[in-house]
């Protein structure tokens, strides 16, 4: 096992643990908000599952999702937004605990829940396929178009899988007003796809023709 990557990992995972109570409990004004922790476990048991294996497994692929060097202006933009809306959301889960602005069933959480878990499951799926995965957008060496499995439906199941992730997460706070802040996260996906694309379509032989074969990007039917 290569100690720095893992150091380096174990190093962003602890610090999502003190990040995320603090964004969501502060605001919320009490630890007693169940929803919080019932996040923190189905977002954080899973990641240090995948971390594990994937240092065990295969440290190339971990250190290519621990990658943030954005080399293009247009995704460093992104990366930023995505960060802030994200932020924003937990916030505004704690308020709305504390001040119970919109309360949903519980039932509703479970099934969040349940979706929230499956979309983890996807993200691994999709790690599973694709050896090139990366969080910066770039052509890496000897690089090759993925067109069998999920990347057989649409071109970029990871967003798919990234956009339900972030959606069910504010029902899983049992937030509907954070709900509404992470929808800005389609838009935010779709200009980090159209410059992803720009990129592979110069530089990856063989995407364009995949472009025109898979014509869908994120969700079958629709987009």
Request: glycine share 6%.
């Amino acid at each position: 096992m290569d100690m720095r990557l893992f150091a380096l990992a174990l190093g962003r995972f602890v610090a999502g643990l003190v990040l995320v109570p603090v964004l969501l409990l502060v605001p919320a004004g009490t630890v007693h908000y169940w929803n919080a922790w019932l996040l923190m476990i189905v977002l954080f048991v899973p990641m240090l599952g995948v971390g594990l294996v994937l240092a065990m497994k295969d440290p190339e692929l971990l250190r290519k999702r621990l990658s943030s060097t954005e080399g293009e202006t247009e995704q460093k933009q992104v990366v930023l937004l995505s960060g802030l809306v994200l932020v924003t959301a937990f916030i505004v889960a704690g308020l709305n605990h504390r001040f119970q602005w919109f309360i949903i069933p519980a039932w509703l959480v479970w099934v969040a829940t349940v979706i929230f878990l499956l979309s983890c499951l996807l993200c691994a799926e999709v790690m599973r396929e694709n050896a090139y995965l990366s969080r910066t957008v770039e052509v890496q060496d000897h690089h090759e178009v993925i067109d069998t499995g999920l990347y057989a439906i649409v071109r970029h199941p990871m967003y798919s899988a990234v956009l339900t992730l972030f959606l069910t997460m504010a029902l899983v706070l049992g937030s509907p007003p954070s709900l509404l802040v992470l929808l800005l996260t389609i838009p935010i996906i779709a200009k980090r796809i159209r410059n992803e694309e720009q990129v592979l379509v110069a530089g990856l032989d063989g995407y364009a023709e995949y472009r025109d074969r898979v014509r869908y990007k994120v969700v079958p039917g629709l987009w």
